[in-house]
């Protein structure tokens, strides 16, 4: 009882693929030499049902492609919608740095005209010192004068009274030459 199937040698022929391109397709589907190949002598042969999905193998990788490419589809579509929405919220993330950016230039800007107002207000402070200063000194010079003149009258009155002192002490002392001179001129040697 032969089985009508075919050995690797003549389904090579028949698909005009090698002995290896056989073999490979053999190996790449899974049971197929437990189910479809039995040894007759010193070869392997395969049953009709095998020599059919060999003959349509490529057919089949084709097949089983297709849902992958459409799973392949599917991810890239899904890639798209995940790229779609990351560059929303780059764009988004953009605007926030944008506003993030212009409110540091206006607090750089505020700090740029509050730092100018105060240099501006120092001076200003600066100059009205200036101002109270002199006349400060004018009060003190005025004050300082007043004491010049106020000491000046308290020296001229003690001057004075050294003056009339001495005075007095030189009348004094002219009386008491006149009375010595007198006394002097008084003396018995004088009498004669």
Known sequence: MKLLGKTIRQLSEELKLSKQGINQRINSINGFRSKHTYKVKNHLEIDNQGVKMLANFDKQKRQERQPNQQDKND??????????????????????????????????????????????????????????????????????????????????????????????????????????????????WHFW
């Open 75 to 188: 991810k890239n579509d899904k890639n798209d919608k995940i790229d779609h929405i990351l560059l929303k919220q780059l764009d988004v993330k953009d605007q926030q740095i944008a506003n993030l950016q212009q409110a540091l230039d206006q607090q750089q800007k505020l700090q740029i005209a509050t730092v100018t107002e105060n240099h501006r207000l120092k001076e200003h402070i600066r100059k009205l010192s200036g101002l109270l200063e002199p006349s400060s000194a004018t009060q003190q010079q005025q004050s300082n004068d007043k004491d010049d003149t106020l000491s000046n009258s308290i020296n001229a009155i003690h001057d004075n009274a050294e003056n009339d002192k001495q005075d007095q002490s030189h009348i004094v002392d002219e009386k008491k030459k006149r009375i010595h001179k007198n006394k002097v001129n008084k003396s018995w």
